[in-house]
């Protein structure tokens, strides 16, 4: 089945500095590719997502970039604010439909 | 449009107890997913309902956990004896086309 490893664990930067958290996929037959960040407490939420017929998708200070032939894709987020600080997941979303979570990232985004 | 609630919202229970958690989907939502995460460990996968059916459950971690979705709408999810290593977030997710998949806020159990 589907198995994503996602890197680091912890992250944490300086308030404007650039962010970029890793995953890789094994299975070659995953599609659909969210993002979710998770405030303290909070549902996860939807930050974005890429299919794989895409190789990168903006939206304002976060990117997402997808490599199918090496199976991995990233999470990149500019110009980072105190508000960005979360848990981050990525995660595959394997042929049964169901998503598979990476171990999640904890981005500490200091003042 | 309500989103995806869960209740209870926290659960603090005696070893061998037994806990019953509620989800209720977004209205029209025919996936729904039951996820947990175990303290610093990734969102693991237990089930998945199409309507009233188990379309998959095999991320169910053994027959103490037992899922529901009578009518195909709300799902429960008992844990009966409940043990120490089933402390965690359990969250519940609902999803139209299995693309968009939207989360709960979760459900905080504590077996003590």
């Known amino acids: 089945g589907e198995n994503v490893e996602q890197h680091p664990s912890t992250l944490s930067v300086q308030e404007g500095d650039s962010a970029v958290i890793k995953c890789t996929y094994s299975d070659s037959a995953s599609n659909y590719f969210p993002w979710y960040k998770q405030e303290l407490g909070k549902r996860p939420q939807l930050i974005i997502d890429?299919?794989?017929?895409?190789g990168e998708k903006k939206d304002q200070r976060i990117a997402v970039t997808l490599n199918k032939t090496a199976k991995h894709f990233s999470l990149h987020i500019t110009e980072t604010q105190p508000e960005d600080s979360a848990v981050y997941f990525c995660?595959?979303?394997?042929?049964?439909?169901?998503?598979?979570f990476g171990q999640g990232t904890e981005l500490s985004v200091k003042p | 449009e309500a989103g995806v609630t869960q209740f209870p919202s926290h659960s603090v229970i005696e070893k061998g107890q037994t806990v019953t958690l509620r989800c209720d989907p977004i209205?029209?939502?025919?996936?729904l997913y039951w996820y947990r995460r175990v303290m610093g460990k990734e969102i693991k996968f237990l089930l998945h309902f199409v309507k009233e059916s188990k379309q998959d459950e095999s991320g169910m971690p053994n027959n103490r956990f037992l899922a529901e979705r009578t009518g195909g709408t709300y799902s429960t999810l008992k844990v009966q004896p409940a043990e120490l290593e089933d402390s965690g977030v359990y969250f519940c997710?609902?999803?139209?086309?299995?693309?968009?998949?939207?989360f709960g806020e979760g459900s905080w159990l504590t077996v003590v």
């Open positions: 997710a609902s999803s139209q086309d299995k693309v968009a998949i939207y």
């Open positions: 890429i299919r794989s017929n895409v």
């Open positions: 995660a595959a979303r394997d042929q049964g439909g169901k998503l598979i």
């Open positions: 209205s029209g939502h025919d996936n």
